[in-house]
């Protein structure tokens, strides 16, 4: 007998072939009969009018402290994703020591936008290793997990309050390198680090992996070599990348004969020319021997930006202290006049794609205490006020405590920019994904990434058939990550899947939560469309509602990941 059979769907395999009718059989935990299927079931699905799809697989994500308080991973399931990775941008809490401990949660707490009082309250922080780690949530996940080894927790570890201030020893190295070892022995997915200017700590000091010489990021890639199923992720700094560094991220890529990705690649209709050049950086990569991805998220980043958390706004030049400094202190700041107008000039003081963080008449107030200010422009309420947009923005924001958020307005709803964002996840130089789910929980929206493509593209405008937009949400993150019997509706694979109905598809409305441990506030949004969700055979979705199953696997390397190495590549546009 099948645990689940589903009837009457149309399947779309993400292979990339034609939709075609079809039942699906289900038995322990996989897909065992694809076509008619007769033998009876202990649960029937009737999937008449909907697509049956892989369950979607979301590369990037920061859901390693979410985890411990939230076992569904609340929302990404409800959008589709069967299969979460965590642990980016050398972000993660393993391996940990008691006293790097608070650090490390602190400076999550900055740097991914996740309430430091959810962290305190919400996550035990009594492991040693990223194997104790992985250990606690064995079984405990709606979704599948895998977590990368982060950076800068090796890096805290082994130099601890050293971390931030200084180059690595060859000793030193060598015993983060140990460390990477042990990690991804017990099942880390592969490395990841970022040298990012805007990942700052709550000192407003870089964090530690950007205080990582070159060598020593080669170092660590060359442990990833030798343990199957790994991977490399990596944020080299802010666009435009520079020749250096694509060939920093060509030398990790070679030196563990490992493909890279690298996030985020924003596309608009108006800004090809960066894209391009960024796009271009892979083929540069590929001529030096490593495999470079760029990670493109399917929409606008829309980003609510606030005075109090300041992450985004300490990319500015000499922000990055400003915006650590205690609550007090800003607003003691920015109502002395002198002082306000000197973070203005400094704001400005730089040319180059960080200048437009500080156009701040182009912002829209979000909240405010004043609800007549909601939703109207800075540069308006400026006029209106016989002020500056500095002026009347830092007003405002002092009024509020600090609690002010500002959005600047979406201009990436354009028919034009969507068919850009079409021809680009066409290209396989790049990846659909860069959620970041799980983090920066009060500023962005995009855990829901995957209903919005297909609601945009193909349910709107027609810019892809169905047929070939699932595969970027399930099959090509899937082969990029190794994801063993994972990403496609085939016989003996997972029975990850997905029904839903293709005329209703995509995100709902936003909401703000105060659902997290202490009372913390989230933006969160359901999904429309999705009828069930179904995790290694078992329904862990229904009509937006969790069920009370955990199917998820915790995702180890080697055990359910295939290795991915750099193959021979040509440079050019389609490969």
């Known amino acids: 007998m099948l645990d689940l059979r589903i009837t009457n769907g149309s399947v779309v395999d993400g292979t990339g072939a034609p939709g075609r009718p079809a039942d699906i059989g289900v038995r322990d935990g996989r897909v065992v009969a694809l076509g008619q299927v007769d033998e009876p079931a202990r649960r029937t699905i009737d999937a008449d009018g909907l697509t049956v799809t892989p369950g979607f697989v979301d590369v990037h994500t920061h859901y390693d402290a979410q985890a411990f308080w ?14 979460v990775v965590g642990g980016n941008c050398g972000f993660t809490i393993a391996p940990l020591s008691g006293e790097d401990g608070e650090y490390l949660m602190r ?128 944020i080299p700094g802010t666009s435009p990348f520079r020749d250096e560094q694509f060939d920093t991220m060509a030398a990790m890529s070679r030196v563990a004969n490992r493909p890279l990705n690298w996030n985020v690649l924003a596309v608009y209709a108006r800004n090809a020319e960066m894209v391009d050049h960024q796009l271009a950086g892979s083929d540069r990569a590929a001529e030096r021997g490593g495999r470079v991805v760029a990670l493109t998220l399917p929409d606008t980043l829309r980003t609510w930006l606030n005075f109090r958390s300041g992450f985004i706004l300490d990319i500015l030049p000499g922000w990055e202290s400003l915006m650590a400094l205690p609550d007090s202190e800003k607003l003691a700041r920015l109502s002395d006049p002198a002082t306000r ?18 156009h701040w008449a182009a912002y829209l107030i979000v909240e405010s205490t004043d609800p007549g200010l909601v939703g109207r422009a800075v540069g308006e309420i400026a006029t209106e006020r016989g002020l500056s947009a500095w002026d009347a923005l830092a007003g405002i924001v ?87 019997d994972r990403g496609r509706v085939a016989e003996g694979w997972w029975a990850d899947l997905v029904l839903l109905d293709p005329a209703t598809i995509g995100p709902g409305p936003l909401t703000t939560r105060h659902d997290l441990p202490a009372g913390a506030g989230r933006i969160y949004g359901e999904a429309e469309g999705i009828h069930h969700v179904i995790v290694n055979g078992q329904v862990a979705v229904t009509d937006g509602e ?9 995702l180890r390397s080697g055990r359910d990941t295939d290795t991915v190495t750099v193959a021979p590549q040509v440079a050019g546009r389609r490969q």
């Open 70 to 83: 939230d076992q569904t991973l609340s929302p990404s399931p409800l959008h589709g994703v069967t299969t």
């Open 107 to 234: 400076m999550l707490a900055r740097v991914e936008g996740m309430p430091l009082e959810a962290l305190e309250s919400g996550v035990p922080w009594d492991w040693k290793t990223t194997g104790e780690f992985l250990d606690r949530l064995e079984g405990t996940l709606t979704p599948n997990a895998g977590f990368l080894v982060g950076h800068s927790a090796l890096r805290r570890v082994v130099l601890h309050d050293e971390a931030t201030s200084r180059a690595a020893s060859p000793e030193e190295i060598g015993a983060m390198q140990a460390l990477l070892h042990e990690g991804l022995a017990a099942g880390g997915l592969g490395f990841s680090s970022t040298w990012s200017r805007t990942h700052n700590d709550h000192f407003g000091e870089p964090v530690p992996s950007r205080h990582a010489t070159e060598e020593e990021l080669l170092a660590l890639c060359s442990v990833v070599g030798e343990h199957p199923g790994t991977t490399l992720e990596f």
């Open 341 to 358: 107008a000197e973070w203005d000039r400094l704001a400005q003081s730089e040319q180059g794609p960080t200048r437009s963080i500080a």
């Open 398 to 484: 002092v009024a509020d405590h600090l609690r002010t958020v500002i959005s600047a307005p979406d201009k990436g709803q354009d028919d034009a920019t969507w068919a850009k964002r079409v021809e680009v996840w066409r290209d396989p130089r790049t990846l659909v994904g860069a959620s970041d789910a799980g983090a920066h929980l009060d500023m962005i929206d995009s855990f829901s990434y995957a209903t919005t493509l297909l609601a945009r593209t193909v349910r709107e405008r027609a810019l892809l058939p169905i047929e070939e937009a699932i595969p970027l949400l399930t099959d090509r993150p899937a082969r990029l990550y190794g994801l063993r």
């Open 546 to 554: 969790f069920s009370p199953a955990r199917p998820g696997r915790l």
